[in-house]
């Protein structure tokens, strides 16, 4: 079983199926916060739902809006499994940390430079920042 | 992190409200992520968060309120959704403009001053010279370090107020001298005096630098003075297309005495040298459509100032305008125009008045997507992604000329 260690903004568990946004992205202007969908023109993953995915982003772009996109995903239940990041970023996690406060709920997230997961991969998370690789459940 | 023993005994809810507690966890959960070491005490907050994203920030903010959280320093409101004065014009649905509401009220309760301007430093918000604040809303962070000196980062959603409530801010980025340096020069020698002297030459100069220099800090030469809004357009500018939060302007701004004070001292990395076809080409990517028939005018991006109202009242003489004209601009402002019955004369011409909030964060401008002639490079990055309508870039004389004859009319002589 391969493994990573990731250093950790925010503790949590998860295991769950990966989303890689091959494009940078904000979530504000980026992401429904209605839907969970990619809405950004052009982006690879247009369309596709960050609801219930491990997230890989390897680049962020920074609207400091998006802390208010990431807290109304965890409202209406549509926030990622976990969030893996490729750089240290506090605007998506300080809404992590607001849903917590509201008693919403939470997600792991992670940053790992240059993260090598492809969409469809099996990760599980844990508490110390260690992903593992799972088989997928296809093969 | 080291933290005093004031902020240990907030954070631990030893002493404060439990919304005081919050803003703290926040806070400090937000500089342990920046990798800050410590906090650095502020002297003000401008708050971007009282604009409405969705119902989860209007309850988080009751919330805070609710358990007692008050700004520790004086903080001034960005825009909300709403013009308060006159709340029909903003066609958010009922249920949503019921909550974009609460949230302006929560901040009110929490004591901010309900400025909602998104330049608080023409309403009388002027922290001075190396003075440490936590503002969000970009241009306004870009103003305050690159005019006024002040220090402080971009802070977003939910840390801006959570600085406010706390009075301290993570201590990293443009907090700390060292982080304030340019590390690029662009150099303007090569432009004709004649354009420099332009207003329209700035909001373009700003959408040039943030497409080169992204968040790196550059010293900007060749260019003997500039007004206050000017210097607004072009921090408007590269705020928007990159993620600029200082420019120093050498002779003009105050860190920037001469080139080696605002480099610091070091050699600069890279020293890019503007030639007139990278302005022509900075302007025209401001424009995702060719001139002919518009659809409105939007002015106001930053919000417009006295001095830039009463200019569209100059330029108009008296000829009615053709198309919607949306002036946004805040309270203060209307004010000193309500002095003299300078916003009538306005209305008269055809202005409506977008007081409180903005055209590209609210839905005001017509329902049909169209054409939206604008002289503010912030409102054209934005126009298309929050309102569906297309841009163009024009001179203030040349929106003016053009909302009076209903399609683009150009002035051959500004650039």
């Keep these: 079983m391969t493994r990573w260690q990731a250093k950790v903004l925010l503790e949590g568990t998860a295991q769950a199926k990966v989303l890689r946004?091959?494009?940078?992205?904000?979530?504000?202007?980026?992401?429904?916060?209605?839907?969970?969908?990619?809405?950004?023109?052009?982006?690879?993953?247009?369309?596709?739902?960050?609801?219930?995915?491990?997230?890989?982003?390897?680049?962020?772009?920074?609207?400091?809006?998006?802390?208010?996109?990431?807290?109304?995903?965890?409202?209406?239940?549509?926030?990622?499994a976990a969030l893996i990041l490729g750089a240290r970023d506090a605007i998506l996690p300080i809404g992590v940390v607001v849903a917590g406060q509201m008693g919403w709920k939470t997600l792991p997230v992670l940053v790992l430079p240059d993260p090598p997961f492809q969409t469809e991969d099996v990760l599980s998370v844990d508490d110390l920042g260690m992903i593992k690789l799972l088989p997928s459940p296809d093969d | 992190m080291i933290l005093s023993n004031v902020e240990r005994a907030i954070l631990s809810?030893?002493?404060?409200?439990?919304?005081?507690?919050?803003?703290?966890?926040?806070?400090?959960?937000?500089?342990?992520?920046?990798?800050?070491?410590?906090?650095?005490?502020?002297?003000?907050?401008?708050?971007?968060?009282?604009?409405?994203?969705?119902?989860?920030?209007?309850?988080?903010?009751?919330?805070?309120?609710?358990?007692?959280?008050?700004?520790?320093?004086?903080?001034?409101?960005?825009?909300?959704?709403?013009?308060?004065?006159?709340?029909?014009?903003?066609?958010?649905?009922?249920?949503?403009?019921?909550?974009?509401?609460?949230?302006?009220?929560?901040?009110?309760?929490?004591?901010?001053?309900?400025?909602?301007?998104?330049?608080?430093?023409?309403?009388?918000?002027?922290?001075?010279?190396?003075?440490?604040?936590?503002?969000?809303?970009?241009?306004?962070?870009?103003?305050?370090?690159?005019?006024?000196?002040?220090?402080?980062?971009?802070?977003?959603?939910?840390?801006?107020?959570a600085c406010a409530i706390t009075g301290r801010a993570p201590c990293y980025g443009l907090h700390r001298a060292r982080n304030r340096r340019a590390s690029l020069v662009v150099d303007l020698s090569g432009l004709s005096p004649v354009l420099l002297r332009q207003d329209a030459f700035f909001p373009v100069l700003g959408a040039l630098i943030g497409r080169?220099?992204?968040?790196?800090?550059?010293?900007?030469t060749g260019l003997d003075c500039a007004s206050e809004d000017q210097l607004k357009a072009m921090c408007a500018g590269a705020a928007a297309t990159g993620s600029v939060a200082l420019i120093h302007v050498v002779g003009v701004t105050p860190e920037a005495p001469d080139l080696k004070t605002a480099l610091g001292g070091r050699a600069a990395a890279e020293v890019i040298h503007v030639d007139r076809d990278m302005v022509i080409a900075a302007r025209d990517a401001l424009s995702l459509t060719c001139d002919g028939p518009i659809d409105s005018v939007a002015l106001g991006s930053p919000h417009f100032s006295e001095a830039e109202c009463r200019a569209v009242l100059r330029l108009a003489g008296a000829g009615r305008f053709k198309v919607p004209v949306y002036i946004c601009l805040g309270r203060h402002t209307l004010a000193s125009l309500q002095v003299d019955g300078a916003d009538q004369a306005l209305v008269a011409l055809g202005v409506d008045l977008v007081v409180d909030t903005c055209v590209v964060v609210t839905p005001i401008l017509p329902a049909k997507p169209g054409v939206m002639m604008t002289n503010s490079a912030k409102f054209a990055h934005y126009a298309t992604g929050n309102t569906g309508h297309l841009p163009i870039f024009g001179t203030l004389g040349e929106c003016v000329a053009s909302a009076q004859a209903g399609s683009v009319e150009r002035d051959g002589t500004v650039w």
Aim: aromatic share 6%; with cysteine.
């Design chain 1, 21 to 80: 946004l091959d494009a940078p992205i904000s979530f504000w202007g980026g992401i429904d916060p209605a839907t969970s969908q990619v809405i950004l023109a052009g982006h690879p993953q247009f369309g596709e739902r960050v609801s219930g995915k491990i997230l890989v982003i390897r680049q962020l772009i920074g609207s400091s809006s998006s802390s208010a996109v990431m807290l109304e995903l965890a409202y209406g239940g549509l926030a990622p």
């Design chain 2, 212 to 220: 080169l220099t992204g968040e790196t800090v550059c010293a900007v």
């Design chain 2, 13 to 161: 809810g030893e002493s404060g409200a439990a919304g005081a507690r919050m803003a703290m966890d926040i806070v400090v959960q937000a500089a342990r992520m920046l990798g800050a070491d410590r906090l650095v005490p502020v002297v003000s907050g401008h708050i971007d968060g009282c604009l409405y994203h969705g119902d989860s920030g209007t309850l988080f903010c009751e919330k805070l309120a609710a358990e007692g959280a008050r700004v520790a320093v004086p903080a001034t409101t960005n825009v909300g959704a709403l013009n308060l004065l006159n709340p029909d014009q903003c066609r958010l649905p009922p249920d949503q403009r019921k909550m974009a509401y609460r949230l302006m009220v929560a901040h009110e309760r929490m004591g901010c001053a309900p400025s909602w301007t998104c330049a608080p430093y023409q309403a009388g918000a002027r922290p001075a010279l190396g003075q440490q604040v936590a503002w969000g809303e970009s241009n306004a962070v870009a103003f305050v370090n690159t005019v006024l000196g002040a220090r402080t980062n971009r802070y977003g959603d939910f840390l801006d107020i």
